[in-house]
C-alpha cells in the first residue's frame, strides 16, 4: 500500500541519489577545469615531456634536426591559437596509465619508505624560465623527484629485464632520459625515481621497476644549448608573422 511516509521515503532516496550524481558531475567539471589551466600555462612553452624532441642526435647539439624544428613550429602554432591547436590523442595504455599513477606511487612509497606530493591532480607546471617548464609526477623531500610509467606488460618486462643503469636507461628510454634531465633541470633538484608499475604481474615481486636517473650536469647544458636555440627560432618565426 502506497503510503505518505513511503513517498516521503521514496523521495528521500531520489534527491540523495540526485545530489550524489551532481556532486560527480561537478568533480569532474572541476577537474577538467584544472587540468584546462594547467595546459593554459604551457600554451607555446617547451616542456620536459617533450625534450626528446628537441634531443636528438646530440652529438651535434649546435645544429636543430628536423625534429626540433617541427616541434618548435608545433609551439608557434600553440601561441598563435592561444592552445587551441594542441593535439589531443589518449591511447588504451595512457589512459590505463593515469588511472594507475597513485596506486603505482602509493606501492613506491610503502616498499621505499618515502612521501611523494604534488601528485595526481595536485602536480604543478614548474616554469624555469619563460619558454620552459617541466611537470614531475612526484616530489619527494627536497632533492627528488619521481616519474611514473604503467606501461603494457612486454613493456614493464623488458624494462625489468634489460634495464640496470642509468647508461642502460638513456639507451633504451631516451625520450623519458631527456624528460626526467628536464624536470631535475627545471626543478633544481638532483635525483629522479623512474617508477615503472605493473598489477597484471600475479608475482607482486615483479609488479614494481624502479631505478634511479641522476641529474647529469653534461646533459643538462646540452639542454640548455638546444632550448635557447630553440627559443631563438621560435621567436624568428612568429616575428615573421
Known amino acids: 500500500m502506497l503510503t505518505k511516509d513511503n513517498i516521503n521515503l521514496d523521495f528521500e532516496a531520489i534527491r540523495a541519489e540526485h545530489e550524489s550524481a551532481l ?3 561537478q568533480k569532474i567539471q572541476e577537474k ?8 593554459k600555462t604551457k600554451v607555446g612553452k617547451f616542456s620536459s615531456s617533450d625534450l626528446g624532441k628537441l634531443m636528438t642526435y646530440e652529438d651535434k647539439i649546435n645544429e636543430l634536426p628536423k625534429g626540433a624544428i617541427t616541434y618548435i613550429e608545433e609551439k608557434v602554432l600553440e601561441i598563435l591559437t592561444e592552445g587551441q591547436s594542441r593535439k589531443s590523442f589518449k591511447s588504451d595504455s595512457m589512459e590505463r596509465g593515469n588511472e594507475k599513477e597513485l596506486e603505482a606511487i602509493t606501492v613506491f612509497e610503502a616498499k621505499y619508505n618515502v612521501k611523494c606530493f604534488a601528485t ?4 604543478t607546471f614548474i616554469e624555469f624560465c619563460s619558454y620552459f617548464g617541466g ?5 619527494i623531500d627536497e632533492d627528488d623527484i619521481a616519474e611514473v610509467k604503467c606501461p603494457d606488460s612486454k613493456t614493464h618486462y623488458f624494462r625489468f629485464k634489460n634495464i640496470k643503469s642509468q647508461e642502460d636507461f638513456k639507451k633504451y628510454e631516451k625520450d623519458y632520459y631527456w624528460q626526467i634531465q628536464g624536470n631535475l633541470f627545471a626543478s633544481g633538484r638532483k635525483r629522479c625515481f623512474f617508477i615503472d608499475y ?8 615483479l609488479q614494481l621497476f624502479v631505478i634511479e636517473i ?11 644549448t638546444r632550448l635557447k636555440m630553440a627559443e631563438n627560432h621560435k621567436q624568428k618565426l612568429l616575428n615573421n608573422w
Open 135 to 139: 611537470t614531475p609526477d612526484g616530489l
Open 23 to 25: 556532486a560527480s558531475i
Open 214 to 224: 641522476h641529474r647529469d650536469e653534461d646533459d643538462i647544458q646540452k639542454i640548455k
Open 120 to 123: 595526481g591532480e595536485d602536480q
Open 32 to 39: 577538467e577545469e584544472k587540468r584546462e589551466a594547467w595546459f
Open 198 to 205: 605493473d598489477d597484471r604481474f600475479t608475482n607482486p615481486e
